[in-house]
């Protein structure tokens, strides 16, 4: 059982670091940088709880913020240059994030032990849960509370202006500008917010796993966060939701009978995957909640149109 | 009200737009037309901030727009349409109109009700403009589905929605026959009296000539006639830059 429990709180900080890099995504970025976002994350309220006895809530959202100011000076520069030229730039970002807790000792002295970041070896007896007497059960659900009202806050945001005005800029970013949207702001704005969620991700990373250490947040993890939302569909959150089920809860886990063999079908299922809904296995246009309910007269007639196209 | 003042666009050694002043009235219909690579739409992306010129000015009401950002020229009411319709595809019909709403009408909302309320893209406003689009029975739909005739009078709906003072039209005419042409103008008369003056940039001299109040001729990227329809057709310089040299020849041959 507790091995379900794992997967699910693996599936669930995945669902967080896959719909950070969707938010930004929508603007049309591909930010290599969500795993530093994430990385910090990890590192701060490790610290907060780990060595000064932090409370786990006031932590992660800590961690959130702190991500999100950290994307939020990160934007500002790396948003100036697009396309691959912005892949490079987020993915250097994330190297020297990466390579900054490689070096970072900061050890205080708590309970009798050395506690916090210590270089290579990383950083070790993040023991909030297991201290105040959490059960992985206990772990499991509030990691799902958070996704939960993550995705309720990005499915509403979604619905609301904000979300068309993301998605208007990612579709022609001439046109935003000239009905009156400052580019800037709005995909600083979209880093931000995709920072903020991959802090909490990482805050509650760190707390399930116990020892973070650098390799973790390299370019793996980075390709992971996007492949999710692109994989997925950017026309909703539950299509991230559903990548990450699919990834993790099949393709990695439900696929290990096949031993080595899996990491080639894994690759294998992609690009079958990418070839057969190349706009993700939701599509990229956000389903409306009346053709969930069946109403398919029009979903019929928005199909062929957009095959005419 | 819109004065365009010593305005220079110079790419390397090409002078694209090369000293052109300008002065448009509010409430007009004004053409702005001349041959191809003359420097129209060289001269919007001017107006509208696209590029920055080399030397010269902008000016609205008094406001100096040359070191404004775009999005700063569509909030003091400049809006425009493309050449090459640039429609958000990914979006419904009512929402390409609902992102437009950046204009100076619209500042006025407070920061989140004007981002995150749900569902605006019902608002009174954009059901107005949809009507006057005759796009109220696709408003559900992507943008994308539209036809092409369609997409054109969404684009000028989603320009309109920024609330704007001046709106420039750049070949609005582009691809479409001589009858959309007359339905066409009905439409541009129809946006002036909505109050708001129009910069219409044309090849299709039927239009142009027909609903203008004032033309300006460029040539070469410089202002070669200014005046109303019935001058302009007479002037010989844009006689001569239309139908080329030759025919300067033969009048001078003639006289």
Redesign the interface.
């Known amino acids: 059982m507790d091995f379900y429990f794992g997967l699910a709180q693996i599936i669930g900080v995945h669902t967080l670091l896959g719909l950070s890099a969707y938010v930004v995504l929508l603007t049309g970025q591909v930010s290599m940088a969500q795993a530093g976002f994430y990385a910090i994350g990890a590192y701060t309220p490790g610290a907060m709880t780990a060595m000064f006895g932090l409370h786990i809530l006031p932590a992660i959202v800590i961690a959130g913020l702190v991500s999100a100011g950290i994307a939020c000076i990160v934007g500002f520069p790396a948003l100036r240059v697009k396309g691959l030229m912005l892949v490079v730039a987020t993915l250097a970002f994330g190297e020297m994030v990466r390579l900054f807790f490689f070096n970072l000792t900061w050890q205080v002295e708590r309970n009798g032990e050395l506690v916090g970041p210590n270089g290579a070896e990383g950083f070790r007896a993040i023991r909030y849960f297991p201290q105040n007497g959490w059960e992985v059960w206990h772990v499991t659900v509030f990691i799902w509370i958070v996704v939960a009202v993550v995705m309720a806050a990005l499915w ?2 979604d ?4 979300g ?2 993301l ?2 800029v ?3 970013e ?10 800037t702001a709005v995909k600083v704005g979209a880093m931000t917010a995709g920072g903020f969620i991959a802090g909490l991700g990482g805050g509650i990373y760190a707390h399930t796993v116990t020892h973070i250490e650098h390799g973790v947040f390299g370019v793996l993890l980075a390709t992971f966060a996007i492949a999710y939302p692109i994989l997925g569909g950017l026309g909703t959150v539950f299509g991230t939701l559903i990548a990450v089920l699919f990834i993790q809860g099949f393709l990695i886990e439900g696929l290990r009978f096949m031993g080595d063999w899996r990491s080639l079908l894994f690759g294998a299922l992609i690009v079958l995957a990418m070839n057969l809904r190349p706009t993700g296995l939701l599509g ?2 956000a389903p ?1 909640m009346k053709h969930l309910l069946g109403l398919r007269g ?1 979903k019929t ?2 199909l062929e ?2 095959e ?2 | 009200m819109l004065t365009l003042e010593n305005l220079s666009k110079h790419f390397g050694g090409v002078h694209a737009v090369d000293g052109v002043s300008l002065t448009i009235h509010e409430g007009e219909i004004f053409g702005l037309i001349g041959p191809n690579g003359s420097g129209k739409s060289t001269t919007v992306n001017l107006i509208t901030g696209l590029y920055a010129p080399t030397t010269g000015t902008v000016t609205l009401d008094g406001y100096d727009l040359t070191a404004m950002a775009q999005h700063e020229r569509t909030a003091m009411g400049v809006a425009r349409t493309f050449q090459n319709i640039r429609l958000f595809g990914n979006l419904t019909v009512a929402q390409n109109l609902w992102v437009a709403q950046n204009g100076h009408e619209q500042r006025r909302a407070h920061f989140l009700p004007r981002w995150f309320k749900a569902g605006g893209e019902h608002s009174p406003d954009i059901d107005e403009l949809l009507k006057f689009s005759r796009l109220h029975s696709k408003r559900d739909l992507p943008a994308s589905a539209l036809s092409f005739g369609e997409m054109r009078r969404l684009e000028m709906a989603r320009a309109l929605a920024s609330n704007p003072r001046v709106l420039l039209l750049d070949e609005p005419a582009a691809g479409a026959s001589l009858e959309d042409g007359q339905l066409l103008a009905e439409r541009i008369r129809d946006v002036r009296d909505r109050g708001v003056t129009v910069l219409l940039i044309e090849h299709m001299m039927e239009l142009v000539m027909g609903i203008s109040d004032r033309i300006a001729v460029l040539n070469f990227g410089r202002k070669i006639a200014e005046g109303s329809p019935a001058e302009v057709q007479a002037n010989s310089d844009v006689r001569a830059a239309y139908l080329g040299s030759k025919h300067k020849d033969e009048e001078l041959i003639h006289a």
Not at chain 1, 159 to 162: F, K, L, M, T
């Open positions: 509403w945001m619905r609301s202006r904000a068309a005005v998605r208007a990612g579709h022609d001439i046109a935003a500008q000239s009905i009156g949207l400052n580019l990229e246009h409306r029009r007639e928005t149109s957009k005419a196209n």
